[in-house]
């Protein structure tokens, strides 16, 4: 008898599908940004986080990017609540940060060692970046402008991180893009903003799953 259970036991086992792998995590894409990346006046869904979160999926990356951004956010906003976003354990971290300093008229030196202080806390933790630039208001004079925009080719170029040129290109300045301010992009802004910086995106993913 106890034969016979033993055999329909070993029987039972033998005919049972095999267990499902565990898939991997997914790979946490962080955005450190202000309300350009926050989804400023829009649904959830219509947010750059969801929309790039979504569009990584449709190619077949297995990733996940929650909700960060913060109107209003400054750089030195955004190095404050740096440790407070790392202890999320983020893969990638994509800094989208620059905009209000510079609606604010702030002292470009400000603005660039506060992102030279994020980029060197990302580089210390061992967590790859993606830094998205921004360009100054042309009202605040060409000498303004120069110093600012300069800030993100340097800086990449120092910290040897990839950079998208421009959050905005495709976007700034066309009204059927932006929402009535003219500075926060509508969810078609979005749409065209997550398009253009795609494919920078995937090749840090790209560069990451290489690097093992």
């Known amino acids: 008898m106890i034969a016979v259970f033993g055999l329909l036991l070993f029987t039972l086992f033998a005919l049972a599908p095999p267990a499902p792998a565990q898939q991997a995590a997914p790979t946490k894409i962080i955005v450190l940004g ?6 400023y006046k829009l649904p959830r869904d219509a947010a750059f986080t969801s929309q790039l ?11 996940v990017a929650p909700a960060t951004g913060v109107s209003g956010e400054t ?45 060197t806390k990302l580089k210390e ?8 630039g921004m360009m100054a208001p042309r009202n605040l ?4 402008a120069r110093r600012f925009d300069a800030i993100y080719p340097d800086l990449a170029k120092k910290h040897d991180v ?21 500075m926060h992009p509508t969810q078609e802004g979005v749409a065209v903003i997550v398009r253009n910086i795609l494919p920078s995106v995937t090749a840090v ?4 799953k290489k690097a093992g």
């Open 34 to 39: 202000d309300s350009l990346s926050a989804g």
């Open 53 to 63: 979160e979504k569009a990584l999926k449709d190619k077949g990356y297995h990733v």
């Open 75 to 119: 750089t030195a906003g955004g190095l404050a609540r740096l440790d407070w976003l790392l202890a999320d354990k983020p893969d990638l971290v994509i800094v989208e940060l620059g905009a209000n300093d510079g609606l604010r008229g702030i002292d470009p030196a400000a603005t660039r060692e506060n992102l030279d202080k994020i980029l």
């Open 125 to 132: 933790r061992g967590v790859p970046a993606l830094l998205a």
């Open 141 to 144: 004079g060409s000498d303004y």
């Open 162 to 182: 990839p950079l998208y040129p421009f959050f905005l290109e495709g976007v700034a300045m066309d009204p059927k893009l932006n929402q009535e301010d003219g």
């Open 205 to 208: 993913l790209d560069k990451m």
